[in-house]
């Protein structure tokens, strides 16, 4: 059974970093591409950020290219976000999603919450 | 960035009607266009991919057209438990973007 385990959220103030971590299991990681999808509270959905299964290219959204890193270890089976100079608006829900071909998601997290207020 | 531009942002609907959502993207992006439903408090759950491919075990009344820039998702005979927001989702590349959201009302 494919499950992707979301955790690391929680409440920081403005300026901090967070890691994000998704731990997968039930396929094999390293033939996905994986990716960050995230929706702040009574809003749409918005892409972040995915990567290529033997992570040699990675991109982002504008909104945090400079400030979010992504990246994964194939040996855990874990894909990773690290978030730098967290503002308000980047408070949302936080989803790692499984990109079947790099195309559509077929599998996602149940989500983690990050939380950015002083 | 490909911006996907999704409408109506809001439908209220009586059951049995069709309903019909529309996204255009702002480039060309051949069929890598994908409908998802999300329910409150639920992550997203895929119903179309690639522009028409039914996905597994989403019901027959669910069904996607279009390619290029324009693109349609139709809900024949609407049901209760088709309440939702739905979403259109492009994958040209890395950098994907989803549209704004549909959310669909039960009258």
């Known amino acids: 059974e494919v499950q992707l385990l979301e955790s690391g959220g929680g409440l920081v103030q403005p300026g901090e970093s967070l890691r994000l971590s998704c731990t997968v299991s039930?396929?094999?990681?390293?033939?996905?591409?994986m990716g960050w999808v995230r929706q702040a509270p009574g809003k749409g959905l918005e892409w972040v950020s995915g990567?290529?299964?033997?992570?040699?290219?990675?991109d982002y959204a504008d909104s945090v290219k400079g400030r979010f890193t992504i990246s994964r270890d194939n040996s855990r089976n874990t894909m990773y976000l690290q978030m730098s100079s967290l503002r308000a608006d980047d408070t949302a829900i936080y989803y790692c999603?499984?990109?079947?071909?790099?195309?559509?998601?077929?599998?996602w997290g149940q989500g983690t919450l990050v939380a950015v207020s002083s | 960035e490909v911006v996907l531009t999704q409408s109506p942002e809001f439908q209220s609907v009586t059951p049995k009607e069709k309903v019909t959502i529309t996204c255009r993207a702002s480039?060309?992006?051949?069929?890598?266009l994908h409908w998802y439903q999300q329910k409150p408090d639920q992550s997203p759950k895929l119903l179309i991919k690639?522009?028409?491919q039914s996905f597994s075990g989403v019901p027959s009344r669910f069904s996607g057209s279009g390619s290029g820039t324009d693109f349609t998702l139709t809900i024949d005979s609407l049901e209760v438990e088709d309440a939702a927001t739905y979403y259109c989702?492009?994958?040209?590349?890395?950098?994907?973007?989803f549209g704004g959201g549909t959310k669909v009302e039960i009258k």
């Open positions: 999603a499984r990109l079947f071909s790099g195309s559509y998601v077929d599998y």
């Open positions: 990567m290529t299964g033997i992570g040699n290219n990675a």
């Open positions: 480039q060309n992006i051949g069929n890598n």
């Open positions: 989702h492009q994958s040209s590349g890395l950098r994907q973007t």
């Open positions: 690639f522009a028409s």
């Open positions: 039930g396929f094999s990681f390293s033939s996905y591409v």
